[in-house]
């Protein structure tokens, strides 16, 4: 490839006008000199076999699918890695060396670089509330990194039932459980994970119902906006240890440039940018 053609990556979803991703991917691009670019592609479901094919065509060194592609893009690539093909999702596709293409998904790896930090997952007992695409792939990890007992928390019990089912098999013992109002904590959890979008911006002042935090519990959010969620503020208060869901977003992101050009970049730097970004002030 010529030296003036940047090395092309992005994000396939709909809607992506706001997805915050590229702010740094492409701070971490210039900040280790890499003529590389990071686009926000708004594609359709209809379109996204095209834009797929394209991405293949323009010689992409990769791409990320958000909503609602994470499990129609599947059936576009060549192979998933193992994580992936548990979840049944991804959120990173990566062009191999021999030409194939296969699907990652680094959202529950990158909730776990967060995580270790503070405390080893393996034989932990976590808390989880919700059961969508970022409970899934972080429930997976947890499982696959050795958390003895995961309790599932949803508003719907129905809806959390598929995920119960998928990491019975994973790990000794899933609790699923309906969401009340209040919800209270098992004592004995060390690890509380909200996974649900409740608290994300506009909506900053709610919270999860939840009482019966304790000071030993590792309390995380996933939510990037505001990275001080209300369920943080409230899990603080009782003296938890708390977690935002800048890491994971920062995390994840450079898993992704690490499958895509093979070197780690620097995540204060990203942190940074998309804290710039989320910062209350103009």
């Known amino acids: 490839m010529p030296d003036f053609l940047p090395a092309l990556t992005g994000c396939f979803a709909q809607p992506v006008a706001e997805n915050p991703t590229v702010v740094m991917m492409e701070a971490a691009f210039r900040h280790h000199n890499l003529h590389c670019r990071y686009i926000n592609m708004e594609v359709s479901p209809e379109n996204l076999a ?47 060396p021999d030409g194939r293409w296969l699907g990652e998904n680094t959202d529950g790896k990158g909730f776990l670089e ?31 990194a050795g958390t003895t007992r995961i309790t599932l928390i949803n508003r719907n019990p129905d809806r959390a039932a598929p995920l119960a089912a998928l990491l019975a098999p994973l790990l000794p013992e899933v609790v699923s459980l309906p969401l009340t109002h209040p919800t209270t904590l098992p004592p004995d959890a060390s690890i509380v994970i909200n996974a649900t ?26 939510i990037p906006n505001p ?17 935002d869901g800048l890491g994971m977003l920062v995390n994840q992101g450079a898993l992704n440039i690490g499958y895509w050009l093979g070197i780690s970049p620097d995540r204060s730097v990203m942190r940074d940018a998309l804290a710039a970004v989320f910062s209350p002030n103009p």
Do not use: W
Not at 210 to 216: A, E, K, N, S
């Open 114 to 144: 967060s995580l270790r930090p503070l405390i080893n997952p393996a034989g932990q007992h976590v808390v989880l509330f919700g059961a969508g695409g970022a409970a899934r792939a972080i429930a997976v990890e947890l499982a696959l």
């Open 50 to 96: 095209d834009a797929v094919r394209g991405a293949k065509a323009q010689g992409y060194l990769g791409f990320n699918c958000s909503l609602p592609h994470k499990i129609a893009v599947i059936s576009h690539l060549d192979g998933l890695a193992p994580s992936a093909a548990i979840i049944g999702a991804v959120n990173c596709a990566v062009r191999q």
């Open 227 to 243: 990275p001080q969620t209300a369920f943080l503020n409230l899990a603080a208060a009782a003296g938890c240890q708390t977690l």
């Open 197 to 222: 979008s409740v608290g994300l911006f506009p909506d900053v002042s709610t919270s999860l119902p939840v009482t019966g935090f304790l000071p030993h519990m590792i309390v995380a959010d996933v």
